[in-house]
Structures are given as structure tokens and as C-alpha cells.
């Protein structure tokens, strides 16, 4: 096992203010060669659980081993072992792009002929290698995050730990980055990752867990999380914001699961197409109408009732 926590807890005492417990103990196994995700929104504890392992914050409980070390005792001999994507950027712009590959080499104690060789050969993997001279101030945003990543690989780690890898970044970004961490995958790396984004969660993740309020609600694929959380398919009508309360009583007579949102209900069903026209039958008028796959999305707004984005 590449992780393994077992009652995991992190809290911390503000200036001003009572303590917040960030991490309430959860319980984690992560087997070397597995995409393992933590899926929430903003506060619910993943950012918190990622420093822990990455060895940049201690644990305030529970036990925690990382490579089978420990990492209040082995934290160095772990850090040498792992790659980090942080959530922002944190490149010297003022250096060309291989010049950051090459100097984050030597902080390894790597030696100049290996670390010029080395980042020559990260940055064909990130497609950077046209913008080996340019400096990093000139790149785009999914340029930068490229490059973040393939820093990260210098030391060629068994771990990679990406914090919301594609935040930021336009669709189309956000698909070069998926194929650059698919390839790593494909290579052996093991992958963590901590993300807002349903989609990227189930493009690059084999298991993950849901996390709200710094527990675990929830683990498994993507797919079995769906399977057991959710319909097949899910009805969204859309109404001017307020009046789908009143199609909501109509709407809980056609299927057994209904979520209401500012503009909109979602109505949970094995078919969709079927449940519109029932749906119109009773006399539902919704401004619009749209038949989906279920997704993580919502499997989070069962098990905590609001959105990943919340």
C-alpha cells in the first residue's frame, strides 16, 4: 500500500476562534498503481488531507504511513519519494521554462548532465519543448500547469499527489492535462488527486472517496458510486427561478427522487425520455427539458443534499 490512515484527524486553532477540526477520522488504503481520488467541495477537507501526506502537515491523530514510512519520523525520506502538484502555480516566471525543470532537478542533488537530460525529456512528455527557452511569465495557464506537473516528475516519484490539478483551466486544457496524468498512469505512477470537478474525477480516477465536512460519506469507482447513489438517468426541468415549486408536488408523483434547485427540479428515473412525457402529461411546463446520465454530481447532492459546488 502506497497510503494507509486509519482514523485520520486534522484540527487547528484559529488567532481568534474555536478549533476546526478539518479532518474527522477517516480511513484510507491506496495500492501502488491506483488513481485514487478525493471528490468534494471547497472546505470539505481534501486540501488538508493531501498535506498530511504530503508530509507538510502533521497529523493531529489517528495513524498515517506514506510509502510504509512514517511521516513524523521518515518525512525527508518520504518527500524524496513524491510528486507534488500544488493547487496554484508556483513557478519562477523569471526563468525560462527548462530552467525551472532543470534547477527543481537539482534540489535533489541530481547532477547538471542528468537534470539537463532529464528535463529535456519531461518536457516532450508535458508538449513543451517548443517553449524550452521561453520564459514562464509567456505561457497560458494550461501551459504553466504543464509544466507544474512535469517539475514534478524530476525526481521520477512513486507517488504524484495533484491538488485541483485543472482548476482554472479552459476545456480544452483541461483534456491535454486528463491525457498527460492518463499516460503516468499508464506508466505505473500512482495518482492522488483532490478535485471539485465530477467529469475529472470520473475520467482519471479508478476509486475515490466523497468527502463533506472533513469525513468520508461515501468510496468507491465512479461507476459503483453511481450505481448505488443515483438513476440511471436524471430529468432536469428548468423554470424561472422560484415557480418550480409549484411542479414539485406534480413531480413526486412520477418518480420517488426529486431535487430542487433555484431554477430547476431533477427528477431521478431509469428512464428519461419516459418521464417527460409523463411528466407533460400531468401538465408540468417547464421553460426547458433535459435528458442526462446520472453523475458524481449527483451522488453528492444525495448523500449531502447540495452540490459539489456549493
Known amino acids: 500500500m502506497m497510503i494507509v490512515a486509519e482514523g485520520l484527524t486534522k484540527s487547528f486553532t484559529p488567532k481568534a476562534g474555536d478549533t476546526v477540526h478539518a479532518v474527522r477520522g477517516i480511513d484510507l488504503a491506496v495500492p501502488r498503481g491506483e488513481a485514487f481520488g478525493f471528490l468534494g467541495p471547497n472546505g470539505a477537507g481534501k486540501s488538508s488531507t493531501m498535506r498530511m501526506i504530503a508530509c507538510t502537515s502533521p497529523r493531529s491523530g489517528g495513524e498515517l504511513r ?15 519519494r513524491l510528486g507534488v502538484v500544488p493547487q496554484q502555480d508556483n513557478l519562477d516566471e523569471e526563468l525560462s521554462v527548462r530552467e525551472n525543470l532543470y534547477i527543481y532537478g537539482r534540489y535533489f542533488g541530481f547532477d547538471k548532465k542528468h537534470c539537463w537530460a532529464k528535463a529535456d525529456e519531461l518536457l516532450e512528455f ?8 521561453a520564459k514562464v511569465v509567456s505561457l497560458s495557464g494550461g501551459m504553466k500547469r504543464r509544466l507544474t506537473i512535469a517539475r514534478s516528475l524530476v525526481n521520477d516519484p512513486d507517488l504524484l499527489l495533484l491538488d485541483e490539478p485543472t482548476t482554472g483551466l479552459d476545456p480544452q486544457a483541461r483534456h491535454v492535462l486528463w491525457d498527460r496524468l492518463f499516460r503516468l498512469k499508464q506508466q505505473g505512477v500512482t495518482l492522488v488527486l483532490t478535485t471539485h470537478y465530477m467529469d475529472e474525477a470520473e475520467q482519471l480516477c479508478d476509486r475515490l472517496v466523497v468527502m463533506d465536512g472533513g469525513t468520508i460519506v461515501a468510496e468507491g469507482s465512479p461507476a459503483a458510486l453511481i450505481a448505488t447513489h443515483s438513476t440511471r438517468e436524471v430529468l432536469e426541468l428548468r423554470f424561472t427561478p422560484g415557480t418550480q415549486r409549484d411542479a414539485e408536488p406534480l413531480a413526486h408523483e412520477l418518480v420517488e427522487r426529486v431535487e430542487v434547485l433555484p431554477d430547476r427540479l431533477l427528477l431521478y428515473t431509469a428512464d428519461g425520455d419516459e418521464t417527460l412525457d409523463r411528466a407533460n402529461q400531468v401538465g408540468i411546463e417547464p ?4 435528458v442526462r ?18
Not at 126 to 133: D, G, R, S
Not at 287 to 290: G, H, R, T, V, Y
Request: hydrophobic share 40%.
Open 66 to 80: 506514506i510509502l510504509g514510512l512514517d511521516p513524523d519520523r521518515d518525512g525527508v525520506q518520504i518527500r524524496d
Open 126 to 133: 508535458a508538449q513543451l519543448t517548443e517553449k524550452a527557452k
Open 287 to 290: 421553460l426547458s427539458a433535459l
Open 293 to 310: 446520465r446520472a453523475t458524481l454530481e449527483d451522488v453528492f447532492l444525495h448523500l449531502t443534499g447540495r452540490s459539489l459546488i456549493d
